[in-house]
C-alpha cells in the first residue's frame, strides 16, 4: 500500500543519516580519549606494574603506532563489536556490557514506564481544567520534580521508606541469597525470575526496583507534565477542534479524540531526547542506590584511570542512544503520517 | 413570501477585553431564506466572522450575546450548548476559512465522516455511513479511492471540498460559509463557488456567504448585506445593491473595486474604527463623503427603499427625524496622515 | 468634501523597544506574573546569600572547630549553635549551604558567559548563512547533543582535571562545554525561521544589506528569546554541578562548599536516621532550581502569545433600545 512504502522508504533514509551521527561520535569519543597526557596504559597501570610489562602491553594495544593507525583500527573494532577487556580487572567488555548493561537497561526501563504515566497523565489533567487548583498543582509538582536532583530524592526515599518506615530496601538490584541462587537468563532479574517461576526472587527483586525505578521516573517524568499541558493547550485552540465543534461533535470527544491525541505526538519525540536524560539520571541513580549498572562501572574504571573501559562503555552508551533515537524517530512517523521524506 | 428558514433580530456580541467592551456585532438583523443566498460583505474586523459563529454559539469565553436567532421557532441565543451542539451539522453547518488546519492530521477522512455521521445519528450502521459519505464526496469531485488517506494528502482546494461535504452529508438547512475561498485561487475559487451555487439548487439550502470579496457577492448571492464596523448598513437584492448603491460605504466600496477598465486607485479615506470605542451617530460619519451634522450625533434609522433595499442612513431620511441645521454638512478636521491605517 | 483644519494633526509616537517588550507583562493577568516574580524573589534570595556569604554564613565553609580551637560534634542534629545541625566531617551545614550558593552561581555565572560566547555567535552565523557550514555545524552539535550531557561532562571534567588546578575552572569549563550546542541549536533554529518570515524577504527586496537585516530584524527577534533561554540552562547547569559533585568530578571540597558534594555524603547518613546533613543542601538545590525555572517559564508564558490569556472582563449589554420599525421612504433624498 502506498503509506507502508513511503514509510518504509523514511526507515531507510533515518538509518543512513544515523551513520554519520554514530561516527561523528565515535570520533568525538578516540579524540577525548587521547586528549590526556601519556596513553591509557601507563596512566592506569603505570607504576603498579614493572616498565617492560608496560612496554609489552602498549605494543600488544598499539599505542606506539601512529594515531591514524590507531584510528582505523579503532573504527574496526567498533564495527565488530570488539571492545576490549579492561585494563585494571581484565574483565573483557562485553561481559561488562551485558551483565551491568542489563541491571540499567531493568532500571531504565521501569523508570521510563513511571515516567510515561506520571507525567503524561498529570500534564494532561493539569491542561485538561487550566487554571483550576488541578493545573497549578500538577504544574508546580512539575517543576519540582524537575528541580530535585535524583540523589536528592533517592537520599529521600531511603531515609523515609529505608530507614524511618522500613517498607523498602535501600540498596542492591536484589538481597545477597537471591542474587546468588537466581538463575541468570537474560541477567533482567524481572525476567528472569519469572523464567524461573521463582514467585519469592520475584518479590524481592521487584521491591528493590521499587524505590530506584520510582525515583528516576519521576524526575524524568516531571518534565512531561510541562511539555503535555502547553501541547494540550495548543491543540485545543486548534482549527481542526473548533471546526469539528462546529460540526456537533461531542466536548468530550472532541477533548479526548482530537485534543489529546494531536498534544501527544511530540511527546515520543521528546522521549528519545529525555532518554540521554534518563541514562544521565540512571548513573546517579545507581551511585545512590548501589545499583550495579553500567553507570557506576563507569565511574569506577574513571576513578581507576582504565581508559579502555571507559571507551568502551561510552562507545556503547553512544551506540545505544543513536539506536534509541533512530526507533523513536521511526515510531514517530508511524503514529504521526505527515513525517515522511 | 416564504416564512423564513433563519431570522436574526437584533444581534450583539459583544467581547470584554481590558480596555472596555469590543463592540464586534451591534445590533444586527437578516433573513435567511430556503434556496437562497445572503452575502455578508465587509472589511476585515467589521464583525462579519464574529457573526457568523455567533449565530452557532462558537465563541470563546468572554463573549456577551444578546438578542434573537430564530430557528425552527427556537431563539438559539441563550440556548444551552447541549442543545446548541444537537443543531450544528443537522440543522446549521459552517464551513470555514483556511482549510488547510481544519482536518484533524491524526485521522482519516473516513474517519472524519463516520464520525460526524455517527454522534447524529447513531442508528445508522457502517455500510450506509460509508455509502453517505461516498456520495457526499462524490458531489464534491473526490473519488472513493482517496477515502482511507489522511488530510495531508489533498491539497487545499480539495481540502475544502471535503469540509463542504463534511458539512452537507447532514443535510442542514442553514450552511454559514466563513471566507471559504479567501485562502484558495482563483481557478479553486470558481469551483468551490459553483459547488455552493448547486447547493441552493439541489438542497433548498439557505446559505450565508460571508466574505469582503464583492466580485463574488454579485456572481453568487440572491441577496446581499454590507457591514460596517458592527453594524449592517446596507442590505437588498444584489442586483439593486450594485446598481443603485443606497449607503455612501456601498458606493465607495463599489468605486474602489478594481477591474480591467481601473485607470486610477480610489480608496476610503481613513481605517475603519476601534471597536471598543465606535464613532457617536453613524459609524461610517468620519470617513463619509457625504456626512452631515446629524449623523455624527444621532444613530441612523432603518429605512426601507423603493428598490427594495434596507439601509441604515440619514440621507434617506426621514427627515421629520433630523433637528434644524441636522442637514448641514459636517465639518470634520483633516485626517492626519498618521491616522491612516 | 468639507475640510477645515481647526485642530493639528495627530502624532502617533511608538513606544520605545524596553517597553514593547516588557507590555506583554503588564498585559497578561494572574497566574504567569505572579510566577515570574516568585522565581524572581527566590532567585534574588540565593544572589543575596552569594554575595554576602561570609558576612551571614554564622562559620567558615571548612571549618571544624571554634575559634578556640574547640571541635564541633560530628553530625550533630540541629541545635542552637548550629542551626542546620553538622555533617561527618563536623562542619556547620548552615555555613556550608550558605557558601554554596555562592559556589553554585558563581560557577554557573562563570559557564554561562562562556557556552554563550561561543554558542550564541555560532548559531547566529550557521542560521543565517546556511550551506556547508550550517550543515557540518548542525552535524556536529546534534551528535554532542544527542549524548548524554552528564557523562560527557564527567568526561571532560576528568580531562580537565589533569590540566587545571582549580576545580571550579574545570568544573565551569566542563559544564559550558555540555550547553554549547544547546544554544546553537536554539539561535540556530530561530534565526532560520526568522529569516524566512515575510518581513525579512521584504526588507532585503528594499535592498536592505545583509548586515542590516541581520541586526534589525533576525537580532532582536531572537535576543528576545536568549534571557529565557539563559535562565532555564541555568537552572540545569546547576543541577548538572551538583551532579558532577556529587560523583565526585565537581568543586574539590579543599576548595569551596557545593550542594551536590554534601548530599553524596549525606547518603550514607540517610542508613542512620540523620537527615540534616542531606535535606538542607537538597532543598537549596531545589529552591534555587525552581526559582530560575520558574522567571524562565513564566517569561515564556508571558512573551509566548498563543497560549498567552488574555485578561477577560465580563461583559454587561445594555439593554436594548425598542425596535425602531423601517419607515418606507416617502420621497427620494
Known sequence: MKQSASLRRYIITRLLLAIPMLWILLTIVFLLMRVAPGDPITAALGGRVPEEELQRRRHEAGYDRPLIVQYVEYLKDVATLNFGTTLVDNRPLTEVIVQNGAATLELTFFAMIVAMVSGVGIGLLAGRFRDTPIDLGGRLFGIILYAAPVFFLGFLAQLTFGKWLGWLPTSGRASPIVTYELQTHTNLFVVDSIIERNWSALRDVLLHLIMPAMVLGLVIG??????????LLQTMKGDYVEAARARGVTEKRVVYKHAFKNAL????????????????????????FNWPGIGSELV?????????AVQGIIVFTGIVVVIVSLMIDILNAWVDPRIRY | M??????VRDLRVWYGTTRGPVRAVDGVSFDLDAGKTLGLVGESGCGKSTLGRGILGLL????????????????LVGLPQRRLRELRGPDIGMIFQEPMTRLDPLMRIEDHFSEVLKTHEPDLDDAQVRKRSLEALAGMGIPPTRFRQYPHEFSGGMRQRIMIALALVLRPKVV????????LDVLVEAQILSILADLRRNFDTALLLITHNLGIVAEACDRVAVMYAGKIVEEGR???????????????????????????????PGAPPDLTEPPSGCHFHPRCPDAMRVCADLDPVPRDLATGQRVECWLHGPEHR???GGQDPLERREIAVAEEA | MAAQVDAPPVVIRRAGTLRRMWAPMREARGQPRVIVWVGIGITLLFVILAIFAPLIAPYGFDQYRTAEGVRFVKQEAPSAAHLFGTNVMSTDVLSRVVFGARTAIEVVLLSLFVSMAIGLPLGLIAGYRGGRLDRVLLLFMDALLAFPSLLFAIVIAFLLSQTFDRSMITAALAISIVYIPQYFRVVRNHVISVREEPYVEAARALGAKPNVVMRKYVLQNVIQNVPIIATLNAADAILTLAALGFLGYGIQPTEAAEWGYDIQRAISDAGAGIWWTGLFPGLAIVLLVTGLTLVGEGLNDVLNPVIRKRAIREVTLPPREPEADAEPEEASA
Do not use: C, W
Not at chain 2, 470563546?60 to 421557532?73: F, K, Q, S
Not at chain 2, 454559514?176 to 485562502?183: G, L
Not at chain 2, 442586483?239 to 476610503?268: A, C, K, N, W
Open chain 1, 265 to 288: 505526538v511530540p511527546v515520543i519525540t521528546v522521549m528519545g531526547l529525555e532518554f540521554a536524560v534518563l541514562l544521565s539520571g540512571a548513573v546517579l541513580t545507581e551511585q545512590t
Open chain 1, 300 to 308: 569506577r574504571y574513571l576513578n581507576n584511570r582504565d581508559y579502555v
Open chain 2, 238 to 268: 444584489s442586483h439593486d445593491v450594485f446598481r443603485t448603491p443606497g449607503h455612501p460605504y456601498t458606493r465607495e466600496l463599489l468605486r474602489s473595486i478594481i477591474s480591467l477598465s481601473t485607470t486610477g486607485l480610489q480608496y476610503i
Open chain 1, 222 to 231: 516531571g518534565v512531561f507534565i510541562r511539555l503535555v499541558r502547553v501541547n
Open chain 2, 60 to 75: 470563546p469565553d468572554g463573549a456577551a450575546t444578546d438578542g434573537e436567532v430564530v430557528y425552527d421557532g427556537r431563539n
Open chain 2, 2 to 7: 416564504s416564512e423564513h428558514v433563519l431570522e
Open chain 2, 322 to 324: 433630523i433637528p434644524p
Open chain 2, 176 to 183: 454559514i460559509a466563513d471566507e471559504p475561498t479567501t485562502a
